[in-house]
């Protein structure tokens, strides 16, 4: 069975940086699609940041220049590291995980594998 354990929440000032972290359990057959999406009380969820099987990333435009997403040291472990975060950076961020290619990266609809979640919270 596969899990997807995320770790680095926390809640710091505007302007701050946090660093997001997913492992993977249960799966070592190959790379995966991984990504970070996350969700805002009464808001819908949306795609923040994807690395695909070959390496690629793909960023929402409004994370682009602030977020990063990179790869770990250990197979389908991946990073997210924050920059000069905003308040409307608040979310549960989930970590999801896909074993199929698919054009629509920053759509939770092609994710299989998800994470439990960790709550980023950022203050004025």
């Known amino acids: 069975q596969v899990h997807l354990v995320e770790s680095g929440g926390g809640s710091v000032q505007a302007g701050g940086s946090l660093r997001l972290s997913c492992m993977t359990y249960g799966y070592t057959f190959r790379k995966l699609r991984m990504g970070w999406f996350r969700q805002a009380p009464g808001k819908e969820r949306e795609g923040v940041a994807v690395i695909d099987s070959d390496g690629s990333t793909t960023y929402a435009d409004s994370v682009k220049g602030r977020f990063t997403i990179s790869e770990g040291n250990a197979l389908n472990t991946i990073n997210l590291q924050m920059y000069s975060l905003k308040p409307e950076d608040t979310a549960m961020y989930y970590c999801?995980?896909?074993?199929?290619?698919?054009?629509?990266?920053?759509?939770?609809?092609?994710?299989?594998?998800w994470g439990q979640g960790t709550q980023v919270t950022i203050s004025l």
């Open positions: 999801a995980a896909d074993e199929l290619p698919t054009d629509h990266l920053l759509d939770e609809r092609w994710y299989h594998y």
